[in-house]
């Protein structure tokens, strides 16, 4: 089992969007079914999304399901690994992520 950290695009209230890991392309490693994804929501907002992203660590899950095209593609991401298992505790600041992994760099690779 691997332990994976994934970006997403802040969610809308009501969360309506599954928390799975989306991509835009295929690539040459993704995780396997079972390993522990940790979910990292963006600050910047998405289209039609009402509200600016946590820019923290905000949820965990379990890879549930292979590598495959998404149903309704949403702009570029076309291809989706489905997650379950999910599990929602504190959110975990973007400053004290690096207290613990020094190496993390935010998406776009700016610095908080």
């Known amino acids: 089992m691997q332990h994976w950290i994934v970006t ?29 994804v940790i979910f ?14 946590e820019k923290a660590l905000v949820c965990a899950a379990r ?8 149903n309704k593609p949403e702009g570029r991401y076309v291809f989706e690994i489905p997650c379950d298992q999910h599990r929602r505790g504190k959110i975990v600041p973007y400053a004290e992520v690096c207290e613990v992994i020094p190496w993390f760099i935010m998406p776009g690779g700016g610095v908080s």
Do not use: C, M
């Open 8 to 36: 997403h695009n802040p969610h809308p209230i009501p969360d309506t969007i599954p928390w799975h890991i989306y991509s835009k392309a295929n690539r040459k490693a993704y995780p396997d079914i079972d390993d522990l």
């Open 63 to 70: 890879v549930s399901g292979p590598f495959q095209p998404r």
């Open 40 to 53: 990292y929501e963006t600050e910047s907002t998405f289209p039609g999304r009402d509200r600016p992203g």
